[in-house]
């Protein structure tokens, strides 16, 4: 798993939506931005990733963050069409603790890459406290995890 710095922004970011922000956009390959005092745009700086037209290791984390907080996600239709996921300031503390847990992109991720798709689940399963039946019965949350076939 891969270290992620939080820099000073880590202190008092649950309630700071500046901090908030601030953290957020030192992910790779983010940006972000508050929009309101309650709300951070959170975006994936790879051009195209709005419609689909970005590679899994770019825009897993956010599909995955928007997918299992059920976030909002739009596009930056005015720029290179990138993928934006609004976080409400009052999930921020969940967010973040899941991408520190789990690291920076899908390949830190402990089920991906594993050849066996049962054991990917289980062990996607086990990580994120939800069974493995929830899993694969949810199609987005298996593109969001990456073992959608």
């Not at 300031?89 to 690291?103: K, N, P, T, Y």
């Amino acid at each position: 798993m891969s270290k992620i710095e939080t820099g000073n922004a880590a202190k008092g970011s649950e309630d700071d939506v500046f901090a908030a922000a601030e953290w957020l956009d030192g992910l790779s390959n983010s940006s972000a931005w508050a929009v309101s005092p309650d709300e951070i745009a959170w975006q994936c700086n790879t051009w195209g990733s709005g419609h689909g037209g970005a590679g899994f290791e770019d825009v897993g984390t956010f599909l995955l963050v928007s997918e299992l907080f059920s976030l909002p996600t739009g596009r930056n239709r005015d720029g290179r069409d990138e993928l934006i996921v609004s976080v409400p300031l009052e999930r921020f503390a969940e967010v973040r603790q899941l991408i520190v847990r789990l690291g920076d992109g899908p390949s830190d991720w402990p089920w991906y890459g594993e050849d066996d798709w049962e054991h990917q689940v289980a062990v996607a399963a086990q990580v994120l406290g939800l069974s493995a039946e929830v899993i694969a019965d949810n199609d987005d949350l298996m593109w969001a995890l990456g073992l959608s076939a």
